[in-house]
């Protein structure tokens, strides 16, 4: 028999056509495992195509004295928070027509050609039925590519389940808060409804899911213990600071109906930067709230055709910055751009940092934060001395602060994050060994 006070994991808040996802409570799990219970561990992989330039990332000195290169100034906000690991290499990407495709099937994987699966779906699999959702996957970029060379496929996700098996990315951060927290349908109201109607989440125009679902999160929170009832306060509060800063303001025009079209547009369609804030905050979210604890995101694909004109530049990122041929100007707009996406890794960063656990440790501190790419150098194609983050201790598993160097294929970093999943993992892709990232 269940104690009185258990709440299944299966626990939805609803309302008005609202069923929206709960955060893992204490009050979840039985008297010993609830006694043996830690705080969890999260990771995120956060991908930027077509390499960086290296000239301008890797700090020249090793240790916690680094001196900060112009690329990783974003960094000095947190530095304490960042391990820098220069020495990596991508070299099971064997080309088969395109370097990209060929490096971003195996970023995650170890493997050549998506050989699977990837880091975020083996912990997905270790913490499976401990959060809502497993894993997310989200992709900032353009959708699809003209003229790719085969396979194209390789290029729109990080996320393999098996070898060959990719995972669809969401494209709309609209989206993927709807996914996280709950959708209410679409009304059309007709000349005789003497209330405003209730639209659908995806538009601008729209009521919070929180107004929804409010009723029923107070009969919960009458329920839940001390620890539990600040995780659903939180939790809660996270979720209307998301659409807060989701919601663009748009109110209807007077005496006219509104209703819902055939299908949502995407938010921020021509407001790049916005559109991954966007994600960053849903990301930040779904790791703070426990709902889910693996995380891939891809800022772009690897032929990306953005233009970065916010940063001043005129020409398309791959096909001029990132194939400088060491021609200043080019140079300098490749390095405005590597330090731009930085600073959406920072962001990120920051607001795990400033988000508390139960005991008194941030979010960042039990997470791993993967920034890379497909290749090290996007002039170069190459797959050495890959640029490569890491934020947070993921309980103290990691020493950061510092820049470190290091040998091996980027799996040996992927064999040590594992482990403080699965202590008795062994191998992941290609590794060798794992890295010690404590010192």
Known sequence: MKPSWYISRRTLLRGAGVAMALPFFDQMVAPKANAQALVP??????????????????PATEGVN?????ILMPVEAIRNDVLILSGLDNSVAQPNGNMHTAGIAAFLTGAFEAGGPSLDQVIAQKTKGMTPFPSLEFHGGEEGIEGCEQPC??????AWSAAGQGIAPERNPQAAFNRLVGSIPATVPSSTEPTPPVVDPKL???RSVLDAVQADATT???KLGPTDKAKLDAYLTAVREVEQRLAVGVTPGGGTTC?????APAPFADDYPARIKAFMDVTALALQCDLTRAVTFMLAGWESRHVFSFLGLKDQHHIAYSHHENNPTLVDGCTKIDRWEVEQFVYLATLLKGAMEPNGQSVLDNSALLFGSEVSDGNAHSRDNMPILVAGKLGGAIQSGRHLKATGPL???YLSILQSFDPVASKFGNSTAALNLKA
């Not at 995120?44 to 390499?51: D, E, M, R």
Request: proline content about 9%; cysteine-free.
């Open 41 to 58: 561990l999260r990771f995120a992989a956060t991908f930027v195509p077509n390499g960086v330039y290296l000239p301008g990332f890797f």
């Open 66 to 70: 680094y001196a900060t290169s112009p």
């Open 153 to 158: 496929y390789l290029h729109e996700t990080l």
């Open 204 to 206: 601008a125009i729209r």
């Open 220 to 222: 919960l929170s009458a």
């Open 259 to 263: 209703s819902a079209p055939s299908s």
């Open 411 to 413: 799996a040996n970093l």
